[in-house]
């Protein structure tokens, strides 16, 4: 899913109390310790885009754990409301997380993955050094009601080899309460899911009136989302569609069912300890490193000319010029054919990605980053000037 907000802010974001600027303070204190974190209703695209509400990251906490973003939308009736459209974007430094309790929606992604994401099956996607992808809900999908999260690549993993891996984990149950386990451990189950910090991710049901302890490692940060029915973790009362977020120090975590049944998420995991930097759909160290990501997307894509350090720069111009490459006919003989142009209006397809096919940028980056794709609509990125964000310590 992109991070289409039409003013996004470059964000400072480590683990730990703070403030920054760029985003409203969404986050209130409750019982013993917990924060509880308000979501801001976001559209996916233009004016009748698909709405989502959005948790983190919030001015005053963007990480819960390697967690640094969450969506959470629906359920939306399909055959009144707008489906699913989000055009090829990318995404680097990051994994993305989708979790569906109903409907259906199609992943491809320029790795050459091409998957359907399912109710009570996780598809965790590895942007790693550069991604792109689209998401559209199935034409089949008439309820459409799930969640996706991002979390962070440690600084020694964010450049691998982008990649896809789905799982559809056996629940495992109790007396009132159910859970299916998609990332890290918990209540005894494992997920084979790889993750390059350790995390956790569960879909927790409750029958009214159960109380569900949870043993969890001391050092991890844990969040719960609301996504239906009223609870309390550690005795706060989380509202509706709310993060309820409980820092590290905690073995026990007690998640209570009023009088209805519960349906949340729970996530937690290994603090990150690395300040990044989060604007649209990326995840780098510097506002430097964010624009070079930006450029080499929008010139891939055809946006934008590309810059000084690209290889369409030389290539790609001089395809535009006229010049032309030897190529083989069926029969064995040699013929010259135009050099298809890399620069505005044209992504990187076909014959011109076979002709940079072991080309780098000037500092040392794959190209392209964001992988070979079938030509159709993508999703341009917003102007180039990158709001710096200044942290601040709170109080």
């Keep these: 899913m992109s991070s289409t907000e039409t003013e996004p802010q470059e964000q400072v974001c480590i683990n730990g109390p703070y403030t920054f600027e760029g985003l409203r303070d969404g986050v209130t204190r409750a019982e013993d310790g917990v924060e509880l974190l308000e979501p801001r209703t976001v559209p996916l695209g233009g004016p009748r885009a698909m709405t989502v ?18 969506d959470f939308y629906g359920p939306d009736d399909l055959t009144e409301a707008t489906p699913m459209r989000v055009p090829r974007h990318p995404h680097t430094g990051l994994a993305t997380v989708s979790w569906l309790f109903e409907g259906r929606i199609d992943h491809m992604d320029s790795a050459g993955n091409w998957a359907t994401v399912r109710p009570g099956e996780v598809a965790l996607m590895n942007a790693g050094r550069g991604i792109s992808h689209s998401e559209y809900s199935s034409a ?12 962070a690549f440690p600084d020694a993993h964010r450049f691998v080899e982008p990649s896809l891996e789905t799982h559809r984990p056996d629940p495992v149950q109790g007396p009132g309460w159910e859970a299916c386990v998609f990332l890290g451990e918990l209540l005894g189950q494992r997920s084979p899911v790889k993750t390059y910090i350790p995390l956790t991710g569960a879909q927790l049901r409750l029958e009214p009136g159960t109380v569900l302890e949870i043993e969890v490692p001391a050092e991890h940060e ?31 975590l007690r998640v209570e ?12 995991g290994e603090p990150l300890g690395e300040q990044i930097v989060m604007w649209w759909n990326f995840v780098g160290r510097s506002h430097d490193e964010i624009v070079a990501f930006r450029n080499a997307y929008q010139a891939e894509m055809g946006f934008e ?6 290889p369409l720069h030389t290539l790609g111009g001089a395809a535009e010029a006229g010049s032309t490459e030897r190529a083989a006919r069926p029969d064995g003989s040699e013929h010259q054919v135009a050099v298809p142009a890399g ?20 500092d040392g980056r794959v190209f392209p980053q964001f992988g070979d794709f079938p030509p159709g609509q993508a999703a341009p990125l917003p102007a180039p000037e990158l709001p710096n964000t200044r942290m601040k310590p709170r109080g």
Excluded at 53 to 70: D, E, H, I, K, Y
Excluded at 237 to 243: F, I, R
Excluded at 344 to 362: Q, S, T
Aim: hydrophobic share 45%.
């Design 343 to 362: 620069a505005l209006g044209n992504p990187v397809h076909g014959r011109l990605r076979d002709a940079l096919a072991d080309a780098r940028y000037d």
């Design 53 to 70: 509400r959005r948790t983190l990251p919030q001015r005053a906490r963007s990480l819960v754990g390697a967690w640094c973003f969450l």
């Design 222 to 252: 844990h969040g719960l989302l609301r996504i239906s029915g009223a609870v309390r973790l550690n005795g706060a009362l989380v509202g509706e569609d709310h993060l309820a977020v409980i820092d590290t120090g905690t073995t026990l």
């Design 305 to 310: 000319p590309p810059a000084q350090d690209s």
């Design 140 to 151: 089949d999908t008439t309820v459409l009601h799930g969640a996706q999260l991002w979390y």
């Design 257 to 268: 069912a009023l009088d209805e049944p519960v349906l949340a998420l729970l996530i937690g």
